[in-house]
């Protein structure tokens, strides 16, 4: 048993059983089934300082629209104080 999600789904209870993992709760439906979330990219960019790979994420507001202009936040984020993910 685990807690599984993704960029569009928040953390839920499941299990794996033969190799497939199965959803048993949908904790956030009653607040989030109706809301748009946004689309999340993952990249990949190289280090400045030591061209090592460095991950970042592009989260996109609900609706986006390539011609328009959106402001930008910039989150950093790193371990191990501030480290977050699938763990």
């Known amino acids: 048993v685990f807690t599984l999600a993704d960029t569009q789904r928040p953390a839920d209870v499941a299990a794996i059983k033969r190799g497939k993992a199965q959803r048993l709760t949908s904790l956030n ?4 089934g109706h809301k748009q979330l946004a689309k999340v990219e993952e990249l990949w960019l190289k280090s400045n300082h030591d061209q090592l790979p460095i991950q970042a994420w ?4 609900p609706g986006f629209d390539s ?14 104080v501030a480290n977050y993910g699938p763990h």
């Open 29 to 32: 439906d009653n607040s989030l």
């Open 58 to 61: 592009v989260a996109y507001p």
């Open 67 to 80: 011609n328009k202009k959106y402001p930008l936040i910039l989150e950093i984020h790193g371990g191990p």
